[in-house]
């Protein structure tokens, strides 16, 4: 059991460490224009890195993909206390996770889940900045949380369809 925590805490903390990390480097390094000062709520830039992939300063105030993106008072409070909840529950069952696909699995989850309440609790809204696009389509912006949070589903996907365990019928 301490070593499930200890692999799946460790995954959790470097991905805060590196969604954390990478805002900071796009908000103060990359899309601060030079010599401006003051609130992180500037004005959008686009930064293309490629044809089909640009950096772009964003705000979600709402959950996955912008749905409820607005400014209510209390989304930051019930967005961040619902996120909690479920961190809490992924530790739970961290506690009895028994092969590492599933510790990364949920190590990422939680990990990207408290980079964006980080956010939340310090600006009110989450950052988002990696823009994915294809002939004029937009994939919502998203981060490193969100990306950790969705591989980190897709492995537990990957794993309860393929994992070969036996089931047991009565």
Do not use: C
């Amino acid at each position: 059991m301490r070593n499930n925590l200890r692999n799946g805490l460790g995954i959790a903390g470097l991905i805060v460490v590196l969604d954390q990390w990478s805002k900071w480097w796009i908000m103060e390094r990359v899309m601060r224009p030079e010599g401006v000062e003051g609130t992180p709520f500037f004005t959008p830039l686009r930064v293309a890195v490629t044809p089909f992939f640009d950096l772009v300063m964003t705000w979600n105030r709402g959950v996955s993909f912008g749905i409820g993106n607005n400014d209510g008072p209390w989304n930051a409070l019930l967005l961040s206390g619902l996120a909690l909840i479920i961190v809490a529950a992924m530790l739970a069952w961290l506690r009895t996770a028994t092969t590492p696909l599933i510790q990364v699995a949920l190590g990422g989850i939680i990990g990207g889940a408290l980079g964006n309440v980080i956010d939340r609790l310090r600006f009110g809204a989450v950052a988002d900045f990696l823009d994915v696009h294809v002939l004029g389509y937009h994939w919502p912006a998203f981060n490193v949380a969100d990306s950790a949070i969705t591989v980190g589903a897709v492995f537990l996907v990957f794993d309860s369809l393929f994992a070969g365990r036996v089931s047991t019928k009565n």
